[in-house]
């Protein structure tokens, strides 16, 4: 398999407010979100990035889809450095999390037509690919909804739809179930397992052990901005339950200094 993406080093620190301190219970007004991290992923598997709420894991995300710079360290994506070349990197990866939306006064129609102008997509590639997706999520009859007038479920599936306008090799998730129904969940979990069989490369971030043992192959750990335990799935567990395994590696590795 290819390596489609190398992570080396990266490191991420953040300076906190005073009100950001009181709620860390710190003197520090300095906090590493990301600790040394390294890891690789390969084409036709899919990676998943796991830890609690507040690990590391969108802040690797953001330095992984060039939205923030890692203090430190690089990754390669497709070869192409994420410092040196950032805008070569977006064009070989789509990148999802819930914290961007999509603008609500917009329909599906537009917006992917938009996104698809916006990457460069031949119209006659546009539109056949818009009817593939549109027809797996089952957007085709909201097609001209407003998005604002979508469903939570609908809306995530249209925001899938939207970054894959460009067929990308790497495609970088943050939560991509997070508050949606057993559903429309499957849907989306199902279409990950069909890109990987594609052979993309996946990078999937939750705190949901159930998704990781259905999809990933590989799995990484993050505790406090730390990578503390990572490689194939079967062997991070031990013979164990994720969630059982998970709780073992956290109780030996919360609150140590690095």
Same mark, same amino acid.
């Given at each position: 398999?290819?390596?489609?993406?190398?992570?080396?080093?990266?490191?991420?620190?953040?300076?906190?407010?005073?009100?950001?301190?009181?709620?860390? =219970?710190?003197?520090?007004?300095?906090?590493?979100?990301? +600790?040394?991290?390294?890891?690789?992923?390969?084409?036709?598997?899919?990676?998943?990035?796991?830890?609690?709420?507040?690990?590391?894991?969108?802040?690797?995300?953001?330095?992984?889809?060039?939205?923030?710079? *890692?203090?430190?360290?690089?990754?390669?994506?497709?070869?192409?450095?994420?410092?040196?070349?950032?805008? /070569?990197?977006?064009?070989?990866?789509?990148?999802? /999390?819930?914290?961007?939306?999509?603008?609500?006064?917009?329909?599906?129609?537009?917006?992917?037509?938009?996104?698809?102008?916006?990457?460069?997509?031949? %119209? *006659?590639?546009?539109?056949?690919?818009?009817?593939?997706?549109?027809?797996?999520?089952?957007?085709?009859?909201?097609?001209?909804?407003?998005?604002?007038?979508?469903?939570?479920?609908?809306?995530?599936?249209? *925001?899938?739809?939207?970054?894959?306008? =460009?067929?990308?090799?790497?495609?970088?998730?943050? %939560?991509?179930? +997070?508050?949606?129904?057993?559903?429309?969940?499957?849907?989306?979990?199902?279409?990950?397992?069909?890109?990987?069989?594609?052979?993309?490369?996946?990078?999937? @971030? /939750? =705190?949901?052990?159930?998704?990781?043992?259905?999809?990933? @192959?590989?799995?990484?750990?993050?505790?406090?901005?730390?990578?503390?335990?990572?490689?194939?799935?079967?062997?991070?567990?031990?013979?164990? @339950?994720?969630?059982?395994?998970?709780?073992?590696?956290? @109780?030996?590795?919360?609150?140590?200094?690095?």
């Amino acid at each position: 398999m290819e390596c489609l993406l190398k992570a080396d080093k990266l490191r991420k620190t953040f300076k906190l407010n005073k009100k950001q301190m009181k709620l860390d =219970h710190t003197d520090n007004p300095l906090k590493v979100a990301v +600790n040394g991290l390294s890891f690789s992923c390969f084409g036709g598997e899919i990676y998943g990035l796991l830890g609690p709420n507040g690990a590391g894991k969108t802040t690797v995300m953001r330095i992984l889809s060039t939205l923030i710079k *890692s203090d430190s360290g690089d990754a390669e994506i497709c070869g192409v450095s994420i410092n040196k070349d950032p805008e /070569t990197v977006r064009k070989n990866i789509a990148f999802l /999390t819930s914290e961007l939306k999509l603008d609500d006064f917009f329909t599906p129609n537009y917006l992917y037509d938009f996104y698809s102008a916006l990457r460069g997509v031949p %119209e *006659s590639t546009r539109n056949t690919r818009k009817t593939m997706l549109f027809d797996k999520f089952g957007i085709k009859k909201f097609a001209e909804v407003k998005i604002g007038e979508l469903s939570t479920g609908m809306r995530q599936k249209v *925001s899938i739809a939207i970054s894959l306008v =460009h067929d990308p090799k790497v495609i970088i998730y943050d %939560e991509p179930t +997070n508050g949606l129904d057993v559903l429309t969940a499957k849907t989306v979990t199902d279409f990950l397992l069909e890109l990987k069989n594609q052979g993309k490369c996946i990078i999937v @971030s /939750t =705190h949901i052990f159930s998704l990781i043992e259905k999809i990933c @192959s590989r799995v990484g750990i993050i505790i406090e901005g730390k990578m503390v335990r990572e490689g194939a799935l079967k062997d991070v567990c031990g013979g164990k @339950s994720l969630e059982d395994a998970f709780f073992e590696i956290y @109780s030996e590795n919360a609150g140590n200094e690095s």
